[in-house]
């Protein structure tokens, strides 16, 4: 990330210290059996995860495109929860607040990558019930192993650039006013409010990711059903939409928030935590009923 060092054409020393520290979580009586939960939902978070990929590797039926997204789905989010829960017992639990700067730049931007891709993935499934839906006799046409590979592979490719780039802005500020970071993680909005010099390009772009990575996909979910089949789309898609709303509405809330700076870090790591346990279950609860509905009826018959 040096590459963005410079301050483009301008002698301008970059003055970046040595540590960050994180102290999201201060002031919370009996804070220990929180992390108890947090390891609690971490350790549902891959085995729910762990179990949906292993069945849809070993089970042949079920190599289709729509579990190409389902598999990612899953994969991203033991991703996303092996960045973020681990590193959190370790500065709060085992008292390591001091984190160096390219690891909190490192650790940014694992946990912003991997939350844009599960609301991508969201997409490519809802495009697979768009098509099932309004263009049925099309589906295998439309929806091919190749076609799932491919959006995939671009959305991952698009989340790295995109992430890389606004975490790398970050190199060219001078951080000189402290080095405390009232969350619990490197938040992207806390970090760039702690330069001393112009941040205004990285402040525009802290508004603009969040339009990116969840108003837009949220709005393309929302719009894909034509009017005269929206109602046969939310009776079809009833676990998608409730998968959408787990994700989408808290994680919208935190962001919008957090830019404000109107809620506090211990009450969004909380709720993050909750809606994890939920979302989780749900996935894998939905994903094991059917598989097993799916291998009583082949029994039956």
């Known amino acids: 990330m040096e590459l963005f060092s410079t301050a483009i054409g301008k002698n301008i020393t970059i003055v970046h210290p040595p540590y960050f520290i994180i102290s999201g979580f201060t002031g919370i009586p009996n804070i220990k059996y929180y992390y108890v939960f947090l390891f609690f939902v971490y350790i549902v978070s891959v085995l729910g995860n762990m179990t949906v990929m292993i069945i849809i590797c070993l089970d042949h039926t079920l190599r289709t495109p729509k579990y190409i997204a389902v598999f990612n789905l899953a994969f991203a989010d033991l991703l996303s929860s092996s960045a973020v829960v681990p590193k959190v017992l370790d500065i709060f639990l085992f008292d390591h607040p001091y984190i160096h700067f390219s690891d909190c730049l490192t650790f940014m ?102 339009g990116i990575i969840l108003w837009l996909p949220l709005i393309f979910i929302l719009s894909l059903a034509a009017v005269k089949e929206r109602m046969k789309a939310f009776k079809t898609c009833t676990s998608h939409l409730s998968l959408v709303a787990i994700y989408f509405l808290p994680i919208m809330v935190a962001v919008t928030m957090s830019a404000s700076a109107s809620i506090h870090p211990n009450t969004q790591e909380i709720k993050e935590s909750v809606k994890k346990l939920l979302k989780i279950s749900h996935v894998v609860l939905s994903f094991l009923c059917k598989h097993i509905w799916k291998w009583k009826s082949v029994k039956q018959n």
């Open 109 to 210: 931007f694992f946990c912003y990558a991997c939350l844009s891709m599960q609301g991508l993935n969201l997409v490519a499934l809802s495009y697979d019930r768009l098509i099932a839906i309004i263009f049925p006799l099309h589906y295998h046409v439309k929806v091919t192993h190749r076609f799932m590979f491919s959006l995939i592979a671009f959305f991952w490719l698009l989340v790295f650039i995109i992430t890389l780039s606004a975490v790398g802005l970050l190199t060219r500020l001078s951080y000189c006013r402290s080095v405390v970071i009232e969350n619990f993680v490197c938040d992207y909005y806390m970090v760039q409010n702690l330069a001393c010099n112009d941040n205004t390009l990285n402040k525009v772009i802290g508004h603009f990711l969040p």
